[in-house]
Structure formats: structure tokens, C-alpha cells
């Protein structure tokens, strides 16, 4: 790649549009070359993405990557909405990101979708924020969103998320609530407000405590279980109510070294961790992600616990 074009794209956060490479004197035909090279992506008619930064990047930066892209075409005036705000902040996503680019103007105009993107109105009393160079609107806007595009579950995970780590307050969230009546997800938000939880640590534990409650479970989020001899503590995921079972949900991650081996030190102590809570009293369910999508092998896996320790007491 062109010196003077690899300079451009880095000051640029690695996306360049064909007018800026044009007045490198970088010809369609360059950017055609080096795109079959693989050294540029081409993520939407007109703007390009360094290849090797793309290819390096996860799935939310790699949306981050395609809506500079679109931003960089339109003139002034638009900020990111929906999952590119969630991408932009980071916040969890069930599966792949979606491909599409949405963004709201900052002033009136009208919907308008493209092959690549979709622009929707402006939202009242909406406040705009910088997110490491990207124009978005603030997360308990792009959570109404998401709601209105994803359904419960997402809106859910992304709403325990943001509560989580303190990015969504929920007095704003009842504020945007209050002066969006009537909008798309506005339903949506609204039971998911009461099904949140900020003590849930990932997506996993969001969708887990869903499950429990559809089941007809009662639990409380991130127990701290203690003894004194000798002395122990443990944080588990769920205590179910009445009964002495933990339910732990594992995304395999944490037992993963850097290299993406079997950490063995974390299963041992996963192991330990689980005989000392057994040695307590309390039953132990792990439940992982191919689980959830078995709520009657879920319920079988909890009857059975609550029976065992029914015998114990």
C-alpha cells in the first residue's frame, strides 16, 4: 500500500473514502487492486477499510469499522443509533452483531433506509455523545432502539449491561420512557425494565435468570456464600429461593488460557470451588449455553437438585 495512503487511513482510524484516495492520486483501479489483495475491505460503495485492522478486529469493531464508512459519506449531522451505539460502547450482543449501519439525524428529516444503512428521525430530548471518534446517541436511547429492532431478550441483555457497568442510568431510562410514548420498543423497554437485574455480569447470566423466571423460579443474583472453618467464600451466579441449590452459568471462557487452550489451574479451582459448596449443603447446577435452549432439561436439572437437597435437609 501507498505510504502516503497508509498515513491517510491511520489518521483516519483506518477507513478512507475513494474521493479522499483520489486526491492521493489513488485511482479506482488502485483501490480495486488492492482490495483483491485483501489489503483494503470495501465496506460500503465508496469507503474502505484497512485489511489487516479489519480482519484483526471483533465483531463490534468490526460494525465500528462500517460505520465510519457510512459516516464518513454523509455530510455532517448524523450520529450513530441502535446495536452501532451498543458496538460503539461495547455493550453485549446475543450472536453476531447486525451488519447494518442505523443512525438518527440530528435534526428533522425522514426515515430513509439504503442498502447499507438506515437513517431514522430524530428522537426528543435525545443526548448526543463522542465514543472514541464515532457521533452516537446516548445508550438509553439506542436501548429503545434495539428494543424496537431485537426484541426482548437483546434488550434485556444490553439493559443489564449498561446498568452493570453504569454507561445506563435508570432514571434516564424512565425519563426516555416518559417523552417517547408511543414509539417503536417503547413496550418492549417497559417490561424489560422489570425484568432487569444490574447485579447480572454477562449476557449468559441475563438470558439464565430469564429462563428461571419463565420456568416459575425465584432466585437471587450474585450470592456471596461464606464459612469460617476453614474459612471460604464464594460468589455464585443464582441462589434459588426455599431450597439450597446454586446455579452457575458458564460461558467456557473463563476456563480458557490466552491461547485459547484449557486453562487446567481454573478448572481445578472450579472443581474445589464446587466440592467446598457441596461440602456446605448446597447443590450445584451448571448450566451452559446450549442449555438455554432447553428449558425442560433446565427444569429437570433444578427438580432433581431441589430433590437431593430436600433428602439431605
Known amino acids: 500500500m501507498d505510504s502516503a495512503l497508509r498515513l491517510l487511513m491511520d489518521s483516519r482510524r483506518h477507513v478512507i473514502t475513494a474521493a479522499a484516495a483520489t486526491e492521493l492520486g489513488v485511482s479506482p483501479r488502485d483501490l480495486r487492486a488492492l482490495v483483491a489483495k485483501g489489503e483494503l475491505f470495501r465496506r460500503c460503495r465508496g469507503a474502505y477499510v484497512d485489511g489487516a485492522a479489519f480482519r484483526a478486529a471483533s465483531s463490534e469493531e468490526q460494525h ?13 449531522g448524523f450520529a450513530l443509533s441502535h446495536h452501532s451505539t451498543a458496538a460503539a460502547w461495547s455493550l453485549p450482543w446475543l450472536g453476531a452483531i447486525p451488519r447494518r449501519v442505523h443512525l438518527v439525524r440530528e435534526g428533522p428529516g425522514q426515515h430513509r433506509r439504503s442498502t447499507t444503512h438506515t437513517i431514522h428521525r430524530s428522537l426528543p430530548s435525545v443526548r448526543l455523545q ?5 457521533r452516537v446517541i446516548e445508550p438509553a436511547y439506542a436501548i429503545l432502539g434495539i428494543a424496537a429492532e431485537n426484541g426482548l431478550r437483546q434488550t434485556v441483555a444490553v439493559l443489564d449491561a449498561g446498568l452493570h457497568t453504569g454507561l445506563v442510568a435508570s432514571s ?19 417490561a424489560a425494565t422489570a425484568l432487569t437485574d444490574p447485579e447480572a455480569e454477562s449476557p449468559g447470566e441475563s438470558l439464565t435468570r430469564l429462563l428461571l423466571r419463565s420456568l416459575g423460579y ?29 446455579i452457575e452459568f458458564d460461558g467456557l471462557k473463563k476456563y480458557a488460557a ?56
Open 130 to 134: 463522542d465514543r472514541d471518534g464515532l
Open 64 to 76: 465500528c469499522f462500517r460505520a465510519r464508512g457510512v459516516l464518513a459519506l454523509l455530510p455532517s
Open 172 to 190: 434516564r431510562i424512565e425519563e426516555m420512557l416518559g417523552v417517547c410514548p408511543g414509539w417503536p420498543g417503547h413496550e418492549v423497554v417497559t
Open 258 to 313: 490466552a491461547d485459547g487452550s484449557a486453562d487446567h489451574g481454573a478448572l481445578v479451582r472450579a472443581k474445589a470451588r464446587e466440592d467446598r459448596l457441596r461440602a456446605l449443603g448446597y447443590e450445584v447446577v451448571r448450566l451452559v449455553w446450549a442449555d438455554l435452549k432447553q428449558p425442560e432439561r433446565v427444569r429437570e436439572l433444578l427438580e432433581a437438585a431441589c430433590r437431593r437437597a430436600t433428602k439431605v435437609a
Open 218 to 246: 425465584s432466585v437471587r443474583s450474585q450470592v456471596e456464600i461464606r464459612a469460617t472453618s476453614p474459612e471460604f467464600s464464594a460468589r455464585v451466579d443464582f441462589l434459588l429461593e426455599f431450597y439450597p441449590v446454586v
